[in-house]
């Protein structure tokens, strides 16, 4: 491995420039195509923003002449270029498509290409839709039906059994759960890890698709239509607002931090080296805590000395109830756990530089 070639696509953004320090310091060359996306970055990313000795190509991932000389010499590919989200309204579809499937597909093709027979692609947890539920009379797994308005209304906010009409109780999903895509972002990132399947199984390479859950840390982008729920709460704190929490604030999502983030990208590529040819595997990317966004808002809150949350009992009838994972495939097969506890990773977070 000393001194093989990793390409990284989105490697100026988020998590990718995470990924970049990771693998460098693992012991890869590491070249990064990234296009700055303006509505990502304020200015177009310069040699300065990334670690000496990485190489950076300022280009599209859908140019199949730039990926063509980016891949040349390379062993493996890191694709996190993405138009990341879950974007305004429909309007956003056709960019999502050009960026994320179209930009893939050319990937891929310029993978075959260059016979370049690794990759470990960003894929996310949205492919799931809602996660995992039991019903408490059996236990058995359940999926839940849409959640109805006049439940939310009324405050009842957890799904029920489509048969019994009983509420659910969460469970953490595992890779093999029913794949949901409920938006256009997600939809987008199921057909990347199909993409990466069919390339996988027509040229003999190897993919590891990593479902990353929700990913913070320093640099994560603040108050965009498209940034998460952490840097929103921060950013109202910074203004001296209470958080404002929806629902009842017992939503269950699984906060993963960008360090442990790349570090699985990195053991994800050491798995590439070894798996049998033609194979695609997917791998949920969590910390294995369970957070709720009311404990998000408060440990927020109290880091920083702020009010304490609102919970506003407002809905929006399309959000995810729950969605936690089972990492566990990632510790058995890529020797992975996420390392950073959340409570501590949480009160770095609070005042860590964030990307404007
Ligand atoms: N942030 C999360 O919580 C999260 C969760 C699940 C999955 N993901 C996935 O992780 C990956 C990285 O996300 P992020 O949060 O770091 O986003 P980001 O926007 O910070 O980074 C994406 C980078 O890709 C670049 N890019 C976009 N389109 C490009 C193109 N056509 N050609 C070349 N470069 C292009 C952007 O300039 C940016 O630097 C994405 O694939 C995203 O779907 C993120």
New binding site residues.
């Given amino acids: 491995m000393p001194d093989d070639l990793l390409v990284v696509?989105?490697g100026?953004?988020?998590?990718?420039s995470a990924v970049v320090r990771a693998a460098f310091a693992g012991g890869w060359r590491v070249r990064v195509?990234?296009?700055?996306?303006p509505d990502?970055?304020g200015r177009p990313?310069t040699q300065a923003d990334l670690p000496d000795g990485v190489e950076l190509v300022v280009?599209?991932?859908?140019d199949a002449r730039t990926l063509d000389a980016v891949l040349a010499g390379a062993t493996a590919v890191s694709h996190?270029?993405?138009?990341?989200g879950l974007g305004v309204d429909l309007q956003d579809a056709p960019d999502y498509a050009e960026?994320n499937v179209t930009?893939t597909a050319q990937l891929v093709a310029a993978m075959a290409r260059a016979d370049v027979g690794r990759l470990v692609l960003?894929?996310?947890?949205?492919v799931y839709g809602e996660g995992a539920y039991r019903r408490p009379s059996d236990g058995a797994a359940v999926r839940p039906a849409p959640r109805d308005e006049a439940d939310l209304a009324a405050g009842r906010f957890d799904p029920r059994d489509p048969a019994t009409g009983e509420e659910l109780e969460p469970d953490v999903v595992t890779e093999d759960a029913r794949l949901d895509p409920r938006s256009t972002y997600a939809l987008t990132?199921l057909t990347q890890e199909h993409l990466a399947a069919v390339w996988a199984r027509e040229t003999g390479g190897r993919v590891a698709a990593l479902r990353?859950?929700?990913?913070y840390g320093p640099g994560m982008?603040r108050d965009t239509p498209y940034a998460?729920v952490a840097a929103i709460f921060r950013s109202a704190l910074e203004h001296g607002r209470a958080p404002r929490v929806f629902e009842d604030g017992a939503q269950r999502r699984d906060l993963v931090h960008v360090d442990d983030v790349a570090r699985a990208g990195v053991a994800a590529l050491a798995w590439t080296a070894h798996a049998p040819a033609g194979t695609s595997r997917a791998f949920n990317t969590g910390s294995g805590t369970v957070t709720t966004v009311l404990e998000l808002a408060t440990a927020l809150s109290e880091a920083l000395g702020g009010p304490p949350p609102e919970v506003t009992g407002a809905f929006r009838a399309g959000d995810v109830r729950h969605v936690t994972a089972s990492s566990q495939r990632a510790a058995a097969e890529l020797g992975w756990r996420a390392a950073v506890p959340v409570s501590e990773g949480l009160r770095e977070f609070a005042v860590a530089p964030l990307r404007a």
């Fill in positions: 696509t989105g100026a953004g988020f998590i990718g195509l990234d296009s700055g996306r990502v970055h990313p280009g599209d991932v859908r996190q270029a993405a138009k990341v960026t930009g960003a894929s996310s947890m949205v990132k990353y859950h929700n990913v982008p998460g």
